[in-house]
């Protein structure tokens, strides 16, 4: 019995890994400077924003991979995919950081 997975057709690991190194690139670059650059020294609760606000790019970056490439490659509706994917991505981000920060009492 041979199963086949349409959703899934057309996936390339490769890209899929580039996809995701950019997706978690993107807010690492930005939480590194705004590290570096300030005053205080490195502190330990620093390093849950810096592994889970990356992880929610990456998630975001993989479904805008998946639905700007894989889904709708074509056409009208790849921009409209491009476009709520983008929307989408900038939400895991932010829902990323609200959760890295309330683990570390944060956000109030």
């Known amino acids: 019995m041979k199963t086949e997975i349409d959703f899934l057709k057309g996936i390339q690991a490769k890209s899929m890994l580039a996809a995701g190194i950019i997706g978690a ?3 690492l670059s930005w939480l590194g400077f ?3 650059f300030k005053e205080d020294v490195f502190e330990k609760w620093m390093l849950i ?3 889970f606000i990356p992880l929610g790019g ?3 970056a993989l479904f805008f991979y998946l639905m700007g490439f894989v889904w709708f490659p074509k056409g009208t509706p790849k921009l ?3 476009l709520f994917s983008t929307l989408l991505y900038f939400i895991a981000i932010w829902l990323s950081a609200v959760f890295a ?3 570390t009492g944060d956000w109030n």
């Open 49 to 51: 924003p810096l592994t």
């Open 58 to 60: 990456v998630f975001g």
């Open 80 to 82: 409209i995919a491009i």
């Open 101 to 103: 920060f309330s683990l």
């Open 25 to 27: 690139s993107i807010p």
């Open 34 to 36: 705004i590290i570096l």
